[in-house]
């Protein structure tokens, strides 16, 4: 069965620290890896995905994702955090059936 | 492009009684999706629509959810009678095209329906 496990369940930054959230995944197939991102009172947003081919992944607002096949991970990363990062990010895998599994969230606290 | 668009935003029941969640999801897009998110954990796919068909609904307590999409376009989920473990946000989610992985595998979200059950 697939599933998705999130290394940090809260995170405290101040501005200006770098960032990486960890995720490990659970499939024995072909996967589709996501980032969402949900910003307080706002809905679940694509942060960045990884289908096939340069395993480094470049999303929005300056976050990345690296994904490690035989570690079965896909960590996001990002070198400097603003306050406006604060939010919950949610690591998801998609396989051949079309279903996400989410990871059960990180909440990031940006403190200014 | 329009989003996917949910209603009510937030309802607030007791026990027993009934709601009903409406989902319109992007145009042209086949797949449609209804996850459970309870608070502190991600989502939770409760059922899976490619066109008017059930792909999925492993996870859907039957007993008491219920879903369909008759048009392949919108889609209604209800709950009958509630309990107060069914508090949670209610996403509905679309792509567009079927279940072969591709690059176009992207979900895209409403903005959910907030559950009070009291």
């Known amino acids: 069965a697939q599933s998705v496990s999130q290394h940090n369940h809260h995170v405290i930054l101040s501005e200006a620290a770098s960032l990486e959230l960890g995720c490990n995944y659970s499939y024995g197939g072909t996967v589709n890896l996501f980032w969402y991102v949900q910003y307080p009172g706002q809905h679940l947003q694509l942060l960045l995905k990884y289908f096939s081919g340069d395993p480094l992944v470049k999303g929005i607002k300056g976050f990345e994702a690296e994904f490690i096949k035989s570690k079965f991970s896909f960590n996001l990363r990002k070198p400097s955090v603003q306050w406006s990062d604060t939010a919950e990010y949610f690591c998801a895998v998609m396989g051949n059936t079309g279903k996400l599994i989410f990871g059960q969230g990180t909440t990031l606290q940006v403190k200014p | 492009e329009a989003g996917v668009a949910q209603s009510p935003r937030y309802k607030i029941i007791e026990k027993r009684q009934s709601v009903a969640f409406w989902c319109n999801p992007i145009?042209?897009?086949?797949?449609l999706y209804w996850y459970q998110q309870i608070l502190g954990q991600g989502p939770k796919l409760l059922i899976q629509?490619?066109?008017?068909?059930?792909?999925?609904d492993s996870q859907l307590p039957k007993d008491r959810f219920s879903a369909e999409r008759l048009k392949g376009v919108d889609s209604t989920l209800k709950i009958q009678p509630a309990k107060l473990e069914d508090s949670a946000v209610y996403l509905c989610a679309s792509r567009p095209f079927g279940l072969a992985v591709s690059s176009y595998n992207e979900q895209f979200f409403g903005p959910g329906t907030r559950l009070t059950v009291l």
């Open positions: 629509f490619q066109n008017n068909g059930v792909v999925d």
């Open positions: 145009s042209g897009h086949a797949t």
